[in-house]
Nanobody, 128 residues
Framework: QVQLVESGGGLVQPGGSLRLSCAAS????????IGWFRQAPAKEREGISC?????????YYADSVKGRFTVSRDNAQNTVYLDLTNLKPEDTAVYYC????????????????????WGQGTQVTVSL
């Protein structure tokens, strides 16, 4: 079993930055893929980024965030980060992290049923 806790959300002005954290605990995480999703009001949950916990550190980004968001990991701290820069009002959403069984099997698709565990989410609001 895997437990995930997101943190770092808040209110930020357009053009600003935030660092979101996903702290993970549990067993058999060495080959996991850790995904980031977001859900805005009246919209579907959108897969936006993913990273491999294995040595290669492979990453995935959705077109909507490519060039603005950066995913990284600190395996010694059991934590995955998502750095949000040049934030726009349309980035306002609840952001979730999730764990799945291997980067290659879950990250290229970013389908919700492919991920086994989810955090509770953290709110990001981008507004003047």
């Amino acid at each position: 079993q895997v437990q995930l806790v997101e943190s770092g959300g808040g209110l930020v002005q357009p053009g600003g930055s935030l660092r979101l954290s996903c702290a993970a605990s549990g067993s058999n995480l060495d080959f996991s893929g850790i995904g980031w999703f977001r859900q805005a009001p009246a919209k579907e949950r959108e897969g936006i980024s993913c990273i491999s916990i294995a040595d290669n550190g492979a990453t995935y980004y959705a077109d909507s965030v490519k060039g603005r968001f950066t995913v990284s990991r600190d395996n010694a701290q059991n934590t995955v980060y998502l750095d949000l820069t040049n934030l726009k009002p349309e980035d306002t959403a609840v952001y979730y992290c999730a764990e799945g069984p291997g980067f290659g099997s879950v990250c290229p698709i970013m389908s919700r049923p492919g991920f086994r565990s989810w955090g509770q989410g953290t709110q990001v609001t981008v507004s003047l």
